[in-house]
Each structure stands twice: as C-alpha cells, then as structure tokens.
C-alpha cells in the first residue's frame, strides 16, 4: 500500500520570505499524481498545486513550485514571497492514475502546520 | 460556477442513532469521493462514486455506505454511530475524463457523536 510522509510537523516563515514543505511517499506504481492542499482554519481543502509523475518538468503556480524528484519518491513545495494568507495546514497527497478501472482515492499525508510570521 | 457544496455543515447524533450527510458536486461533475478527517487517524478515503456506482471503497466498516443519485449528488450515511464517528465529512468532485482528475472539496459536515 502506498504511504505519503511529511516529517515536518510545524514550519514558521517571515512574511515576503521563502519556504519549503517536505515530502515523500511510497509506491510500487509508476504512474501516479501527487498534489498539495492547503487547508485553513476554515477546514476548506484547497487544491494548490499538482503534478504528474510522468512529467519531468516541475509544476509551477505562480508563487507556488515543487520539486518532483521521481527516484527518491520526494515531493516538496516551495512557496515564495511567503503571504499571511499562506497560513494553512498543508497536506502532500497521492493518487494512482486510474487506467479505467478505478483508483483509490487521494492517500494524505499527516500534514505542515504552517505558520506566517509578519 | 459554484463549488462543492455539503449539508448540513454541522450535525450532533448520539451513540446508536444514524446519520445522513448531502454533497452537490461541481456542475458538471460525475465523479464524488468521500473522506474522513479526525486529529488521530487525519484523512482516511471512504468511497467514490461515479455514475452512480461505487468504483472504489477504502477500508471502513459496513455501517458506512454512500450513493450517487442520477444528478451526481450524493448521500452518505452511517448507520450505529460511535464516538469514534466524530469528524469531519469532506465531500470532493471531480469531472474525471480518464486517468487521474483533480478532486476539488467541500466545506465538510462537521459530526458530532455524545
């Protein structure tokens, strides 16, 4: 079965300065997604960025970038110019591609607290 | 368009009742997953539905079930409820056109069980 792990269980970060969220997973698949949400105090799960394992190239949205590195099953995100509005929980999230047969849902991991310092 | 939308958004039941929760997925939508999300066990998949049948179901006793109606919203419901039940719902839909959609998620239903 397939495991998502986040080691980092708190990160704090000055506001306008830069982050990084770790994580990795576990599979025996080769085809796959990973993706970060990002959920407020609101509890609302926010889609933040995807990626999809078989493309090299790294997901960006706007300040929002990851760094896939496919062999060593690590998947992190980088937030840039960090906002108070980046604070969140943060979850890394795994799905296997389904083929047509179906796929579980999305494995989480445990989550970053993230927190924004002004 | 309008997201996902869950009701009712909080809900308290005692030990033994049973409980029904609603999502409306996005416009268009056909696919809706199911999550469970407590502080010990964080988020657990339930099930999936998608044209109105279960395509995948995660590792939950039988006294949860779900079903898809013919305008993709869906219902799920626990049946015997058990402290352990308490937490919150999170409903997602995807339009899934093969391989792998994104899920985009509700508000959640926040469950209670005294």
């Known amino acids: 079965a397939q495991t998502v792990t986040q080691s980092q269980p708190e990160m704090s970060v000055q506001e306008a300065e830069t982050v990084t969220l770790s994580c990795t997973y576990d599979?025996?698949?080769?085809?796959?997604?990973l993706f970060w949400y990002k959920q407020p105090p609101s509890r609302q799960m926010i889609l933040v960025i995807r990626?999809?394992?078989?493309?090299?190239q790294n997901a960006t949205e706007n300040r929002f970038s990851v760094n896939f590195q496919k062999a060593a099953k690590s998947f992190s995100l980088k937030i840039s110019d960090s906002q108070l509005g980046d604070a969140a929980m943060y979850f890394c999230?795994?799905?296997?591609?389904?083929?047509?047969?179906?796929?579980?849902?999305?494995?989480f991991g445990k989550g970053t607290h993230l927190i924004i310092q002004p | 368009k309008a997201g996902v939308t869950q009701t009712p958004r909080y809900l308290i039941k005692t030990r033994g009742q049973q409980v029904t929760l609603s999502c409306s997925p996005i416009?268009?939508?056909?696919?809706v997953s199911w999550y469970q999300q407590t502080p010990g066990q964080g988020l657990q998949f339930l099930f999936e539905?998608?044209?109105?049948?279960?395509?995948n179901k995660g590792n939950f006793p039988g006294r949860f079930s779900g079903r898809q109606f013919s305008n993709s919203r869906s219902e799920m419901n626990v049946s015997t409820l058990e402290l352990g039940d308490s937490a919150l719902y999170l409903c997602?839909?995807?339009?899934?056109?093969?391989?792998?959609?994104?899920?985009?998620f509700g508000p959640g239903t926040r469950l209670t069980v005294l």
């Open positions: 999230a795994y799905r296997k591609t389904d083929s047509g047969g179906g796929a579980d849902g999305l494995t």
């Open positions: 997602a839909s995807s339009l899934w056109q093969g391989r792998t959609d994104t899920q985009y």
């Open positions: 416009s268009g939508h056909r696919s």
């Open positions: 599979t025996s698949e080769s085809d796959y997604y």
């Open positions: 539905y998608f044209s109105e049948t279960q395509r």
């Open positions: 990626q999809e394992a078989y493309k090299q």
